[in-house]
């Protein structure tokens, strides 16, 4: 029987929990309380807004458009140039990893004001060649950037499915069946949860995004709520306004449970991948370097863009010591955050 006063017993449970509910949904229910009373002080109309109708449920429909659409991409995306880092030297995938994964920090906007300032320096290339610059607006361009913002997770996550395969069951695989048959039935299938998580996570935050597709002058609901909050300084009708994207995004949270349960039974082991090299086929190797190009190129063109406008590494350096202070409190809000997030979710995982 455990022990209460341990962290893992029922007390140390129950304490853990009352600080979720505290911290995490403490607000939201002060927010409900307030909303609950104003619909009961003659304010009941407006309670319609919590049922998207008209303009409302079409960019609803955008959001939800795009946020699959991005998934998707990131997810095919990660996987392919997953497979083909799985298939080289270890070397070369640490390096590769190593310079791609960190770039997950950058925030999807820092992405977006990078390929804008592209465009705009490959104006005076292209007028000379007679081309005019593409417009980076509309759903290419969102797509464009967000895809690029989140690959680096949709690369991570499919890596940690890969490395988490047992490498014996695929050597049994290739007695038996070709390479690409070992990685369509035994790869593909065992490293789903990673896959199914990454997406899982990509399209929660692709859906409540607003700052990037505003920019690319793409209209979608969680910008419907800042707006409408932004005209009227009613927190109780954002509330009822979010609620549509509350149940959606916690239905999407509560699908990843189980895979994500799946993911963790058994860390990446770290040892052999293959006991010789893969043999892809041609149509499969294309795919795959087209994958590792389009993430090279996401990854790579907006840091060289970002380094050209600060005037490089001298310029670099002295953004940073400017900006020390607010760096300084940006890792520590981070890492007090962490640190208290890992508290309470320890306290919280035995029941999930």
Known sequence: ???????????????????????????????????????????????????P????????????????????????????????????????????LFLVLPLAAL????????????????????????LGAPAPYGWTGV?????AAFAPLGLGFAWLGLRNLDPDLIDSGRTARHDAAVLARIALPMSAPALATGAG?????SLLDYSVPSLFQINVYPLEVFAD????????????MTIPLLLIAGAAAASLLRPIRALTTRMPSGGRRWSSPPHWPVGLITLQWLALGLL?????????????????????????????????????????????????????????
Do not use: C, H, K
């Open 107 to 130: 925030p999807p906007y820092l992405y977006a004001l990078a390929w804008f300032g592209l465009v705009r320096g490959l104006e005076p290339l292209l007028a000379l060649l007679g």
């Open 1 to 51: 029987m455990p022990d209460a006063s341990l962290p893992g017993g029922p007390l140390g449970q129950a304490l853990a929990l009352g600080i979720y509910l505290l911290v995490v949904m403490g607000p939201l229910l002060a927010l409900t309380g307030l909303t609950v009373r104003s619909l009961l002080g003659g304010q009941a109309d407006e309670l319609a807004l919590v049922l």
């Open 229 to 240: 909050y932004s005209a009227t300084n009613s927190p109780e009708r954002a509330l009822l």
């Open 201 to 205: 996570i990509v399209f929660l935050l």
């Open 296 to 352: 090279s190129l996401q990854a790579l063109a907006p840091l060289g863009v970002l380094l050209a406008q600060s005037g490089g590494l001298g310029g670099i350096g002295l953004s940073l010591a400017s900006a020390w202070g607010d760096l300084r409190s940006s890792l520590w809000s981070a890492g007090l955050a962490g640190a208290m997030s890992a508290l309470v979710g320890m306290g919280l995982a035995r029941r999930l």
């Open 53 to 96: 109708t008209g303009r409302r449920l079409e960019l609803l429909a955008n959001s939800l458009a795009l946020s699959a659409a991005v998934a998707a991409l990131v997810t095919v995306e990660g996987w392919l140039a997953a497979t083909a880092i799985w298939a080289m030297a270890r070397s070369r995938a640490n390096a590769l």
């Open 143 to 147: 797509l464009w950037v967000q895809g």
